[in-house]
């Protein structure tokens, strides 16, 4: 959220997960309600075992009510099947919130690391070490010729997704970002939404991520999506820099416009206010508004999302609800901040 990562003005965050399973166990899908509980148990004792791993907050998902399952997908700690699944399941997060360990998803366990802006070769360190240190407590499903076994075939291999998440608002403007997506598509690299598999894209936030982990090494995952997100970075750019070249004034009022209306909106949905958002971020980076930083549009794109809505507010909240206390969230925030930027130049 706070923007400080390499390449952050437009990649948002760099992601590694790992799916693995435990020998002694079917997979999910196969699991009894007994199983599913036994999984849960084995795996937070041995995690209660490992030094450092006994400070990581554990949180049991299928006690958690809706709006707290969802604020834990909007904080992308958990995923939407993981929230949404049945029996007993539950996720391990770390006090940075940069980790976080799913059991019983589609996997036994799902481990995750996030790292701001592209920074996937440190994701890779230190979820690689996460590895190491499960696997000195737990018996994984592993075939010397196939590799970690998973429930998707997809997965089997290194188990391992590498997912990068762009803001790409000037390629979505300049009618560019069909022609970027068929060519990653022909190299196997997938791209989703906001929240990953069939989620669709909003506030021109996408992930790109390896669709195969078969016959690859983790070096080798890592480094094809690494080896392509910086030609996107600049394709990008170059979109930025035309249309502040070419069409600044119709640009600036674009943001301009979108700056307006979140700052004075009485209701206002999730879906619109991600797609002003994403306007103003782009604004924020080319020098056209400068009452806001970019760890100012980071956070406004998490907090308005409905669940931490809900949490700040302190109460669950309808959609019509949720349209107007966002609206009014949004008022106060930029209002304040604008005054504070004021009050520093002056």
Sequence with gaps: MRGSGPESDIVISSRIRLARNLAEFPFIRRCTPQDRKSIEKMVHDRLQAIPGFNTLYYLRVDELPHVDRQFLTERQ????????????????????????????????????????????????????EVDDQLESKLSYAFHERLG????????????????VMLHLPALVITNQIEKVFRSLQK??????????????????FYQISNQ?????????LIGQVSGVVPMIIEYERKARDFLITQNREDLHDKISRAYGILCTAQTISSEETMHLLSSVRMGVNLGLIDDL?????????????????????????DTAGRNIERALYLRRYLQDRGKEHRDERN
């Design 77 to 128: 700690l958990i995923s939407r099947e993981h929230a949404e699944a049945e029996g007993a399941r539950s996720v391990a997060i770390d006090n940075d919130e940069r980790l976080s360990v799913m059991i019983n998803e589609e996997d036994h366990l799902r481990i995750q690391v996030m790292k701001s802006g592209l920074d996937l070769h440190s994701a890779w360190q230190q979820i690689n």
């Design 148 to 163: 970690y076994l998973t429930a998707c075939p997809t997965n089997v291999g290194t188990g391992m997704r590498v997912s």
């Design 187 to 204: 190299i196997n690299l997938a791209v989703r939404g906001l929240y990953g598999e069939g989620s669709q894209a909003m506030g021109d």
């Design 212 to 220: 195969i982990t078969l016959g690859k090494s983790e070096e080798e």
């Design 293 to 317: 930083a970019i760890s100012d549009i980071n956070k406004l794109f998490v907090e308005t999302q409905p669940a931490h809505l809900q949490k700040l507010r302190g109460n669950e909240l």
